[in-house]
């Protein structure tokens, strides 16, 4: 294996050509995006909707009546969540008897993997932020917020804070300075529900991970 | 299966099956009209000279600077806990990636898109040590169930309509046949998810493996590449080493280029990068993570400064679905892994042009897929420089490519210093003008292959030279003044 490594090192440093020519790397294209707040909302709306994605824009301060809401319309019967994170505390402290039960990612996937393949309706989850000009939402799951969260449950929620949604993937990597920071063990960009056209090119949502993602946008 | 279903040199016999084919022929062209226009539709409101210009100066940076970039991203990789592997050739990938499964007792495999492991038949390698491998993408799946091979890089099944897709489900998997389309995903999400659970080891292709950060990106649609690089114990990526880019920041441009080319989306559902395996208090994740870093045939290319325009390929597809003869023909009568334009300039390399030598001239060199290129390869050229390559055709640059020369033929040689020394002597190119119009009436109406398509041009019967004799010598009778 080293001696394959050492073969294709050597191969290439002996064969690149002298005159390497190479064209300065010109970002302007994909900086010129002065939006305000309103336009960067819209435009993260427009597109995130357009592929399936749902959004509602709602008071900060007024979200869980909302969930509770959507929750109810979509007969989810359990809801996964976080377990420190504020706005889960927050919903847990209002919750009731006779709402959808609360889970959370206590053990390691192993542990429950049957039961979170099988028998989890729905998923909420936070966000690092949102993408205005393909319509995603940045994630960084971690031990609270496990990765198979966003994923598994056939409905995924989310909380967005809509001044923290960003022009640009190329605006958030700086703004948020993932470089200097480091990235985590993984970073997602999520911009719909699950989705194929592998059939006939025939748009289907739901095909492995969930079949709807619900945007709730803060403000 | 055989990778290569029909053997490679008999490009004109799936050609013409293909031709003679209309629901092939229908399927493709339905596909890449839909493809064409949604591309157009999402390029509208950028500005796409200047965007092609930095995905093509991206590209060239990271090849410029190829080595170091691989050993800044091994070093990145395994300081975050990933284990990195190098392959000479697509054998010793294969073996690298048996051995990590063995090694882990692994009995079952799931996968996600990777055109990589198809280039290097993993599939069937693991199967024959025992290893079950399962694609995961529900193209790759009705591939593998339908024991074919993808016939577009980007969407492997497209040459299938539903009735088939539906009548194969129902013979291998049981489902109920059945027009929804939607019923039919689920269907396959069920039988899939239970693999999910169960496979040991998740195998994936990678898009960009940015070295600055150490980082795997993935882009997808349907989940089931996070799912492979999630759910199994072990994940392991599978590359070409030629997939690298500098800066995390080259990702923007690039992803907008690649998802708006291939299928006309802003983005796809998932943009997944990786970076370590599972940290101690993560809950999920897989503990271990191996990049598989393979060359087979790239670090040749990389020593010719035109042919390396090859390696800047993201992949798209694009120059296939804007291309009229993948159009009319698809992806299977090419008999390679990669179709259409970019097969034509990858495979030569990676199969050598004996295996290969109908792929660079069958094209018009139209340049369709030179103008939508997100990277600005010029493919024409490329395939210009392949032809001279197969007949070993250019005196001042020595071939380089395996297999050079293998079209060359001692009786197109012939004709060709003939007409050589014809067109450089003034009187032996009237003798040969004379001659021509002379025998014009012997001329065969049929010369094999070229007339096939085409009639055959007739020599005048007078040649330019006579005709402009006959004309200045009227002139002068004219002007001459009348006693
Ligand atoms: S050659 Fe260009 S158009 Fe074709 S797949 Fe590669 S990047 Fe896309």
């Known amino acids: ?219 | 299966m055989s990778l290569q279903t029909i053997p490679l040199h008999s490009f004109d016999a799936g050609a013409q099956a293909a031709l003679n084919n209309p629901q092939v022929r229908r399927n493709f062209r339905q596909a890449m009209d839909g493809l064409m226009s949604k591309r157009a539709a999402a390029f509208a409101d950028w500005e796409l000279e200047p965007l092609r210009e930095l995905g093509a100066a991206i590209r060239l940076r990271a090849l410029a600077r190829l080595p170091e970039l691989l050993e800044q991203l091994e070093a990145n990789l395994q300081k975050q806990g990933v284990q990195v592997h190098w392959a000479q050739t697509g054998e010793e990938a294969c073996q690298i990636i048996r051995d990590i499964c063995q090694a882990r007792g692994a009995k079952s495999v799931i996968k996600g898109k990777s055109m990589v492991s198809e280039e290097m038949e993993l599939n069937h390698f693991l199967e024959a040590a025992g290893i079950e491998a399962l694609e995961s993408d529900l193209g790759e799946y009705i591939v593998q169930l339908a024991e074919e091979t993808p016939s577009h890089i980007i969407m492997p099944a497209i040459h299938k309509n539903t009735d088939e897709i539906s009548q194969l489900l129902h013979e291998k998997t049981g489902t109920e046949p059945s027009h929804d389309v939607d019923y039919l995903t689920a269907s396959a999400r069920q039988q899939l998810r239970e693999k999910f659970m169960t496979a040991d080891v998740g195998i994936s292709g990678v898009n960009f493996a940015v070295a600055e950060t150490g980082t795997l990106c993935l882009v997808e649609n349907e989940g089931n590449g996070r799912l492979t690089t999630s759910v199994p114990a072990c994940h392991i990526a599978v590359t070409g080493i030629e997939k690298v880019i500098e800066k995390l920041e080259d990702v923007t441009p690039l992803l907008a280029l690649l998802t708006r080319s291939a299928t006309g989306q802003h983005i796809t559902t998932y943009f997944n990068m990786v970076s370590a395996p599972r940290q101690a208090d993560e809950k999920d994740g897989p503990e271990a993570v191996h990049l598989v870093l393979v060359d087979s045939g790239r670090s040749a290319i990389y020593q010719d400064e035109a042919l390396l325009d090859t390696l800047r390929c993201i992949r798209c597809g694009a120059c296939m679905n804007h291309c009229p003869v993948y159009t009319r023909i698809g992806g299977h009568a090419y008999g390679t892994t990669y179709p259409g334009p970019i097969g034509k300039i990858l495979m030569p390399h990676l199969l050598g042009l004996e295996a290969t030598q109908d792929l660079p001239s069958a094209s018009t060199l139209c340049g369709a897929c030179a103008e939508v290129c997100p990277v600005k390869i010029p493919i024409p050229r490329l395939l210009q420089r392949l032809r001279k390559e197969a007949v070993d055709g250019d005196s001042l640059r020595p071939s380089r490519v395996r297999g050079h020369g293998v079209k060359r033929h001692w009786r197109e040689r012939l004709i060709w210093s003939v007409w050589r020394q014809i067109h450089a002597r003034p009187r032996a190119y009237r003798w040969a003008g004379n001659l021509l119009t002379r025998l014009r009436g012997l001329m065969p109406k049929q010369l094999g292959g070229w007339t096939r398509v085409r009639t055959l041009p007739k020599p005048a019967a007078r040649t330019l030279h006579q005709l402009m004799q006959t004309r200045d010598a009227q002139t002068k009778t004219a002007q001459e003044p009348r006693a």
């Open chain 1, 1 to 219: 294996m080293n001696q394959a490594r050492a073969a294709i090192l050597q191969r290439l440093r002996q064969g690149r050509p002298a005159d390497f020519a190479v064209p300065e790397s010109d970002f302007t294209v994909v900086r010129q995006r002065n939006w305000s707040l309103e336009e960067r909302i819209e435009r993260f709306q427009q597109k995130i909707e357009s592929v399936q994605g749902q959004v509602h824009r709602v008071a900060e301060d007024h979200w869980i009546p909302v969930l509770i809401r959507l929750l109810a319309e979509h007969q989810i019967n359990n809801l996964l969540l976080s377990e420190n994170k504020a706005p889960a505390q927050a919903l847990r402290e209002q919750w009731h008897e006779d709402l959808p039960s609360l889970l959370s990612y206590q053990q390691p996937l192993e542990a429950w993997k049957e039961t979170l393949f099988n028998q989890v309706d729905a998923a909420l989850t936070s966000c690092r932020g949102g993408i205005a000009e393909t319509g995603s939402l940045i994630l960084w799951p971690d031990a609270d917020e496990p990765r198979l969260m966003s994923l598994v449950p056939p409905v995924h929620f989310v909380l967005l804070q809509a001044k923290q949604i960003y022009a640009t993937f190329d605006e958030v990597l700086r703004e948020q300075a993932w470089v200097e920071q480091g990235l985590p063990t993984n970073a997602l960009l999520i911009s719909g529900p699950s989705k194929t056209a592998d059939i006939e090119q025939t748009l289907a949502y739901g095909v492995h991970g969930p079949k709807a993602l619900i945007v709730l946008l803060l403000e």
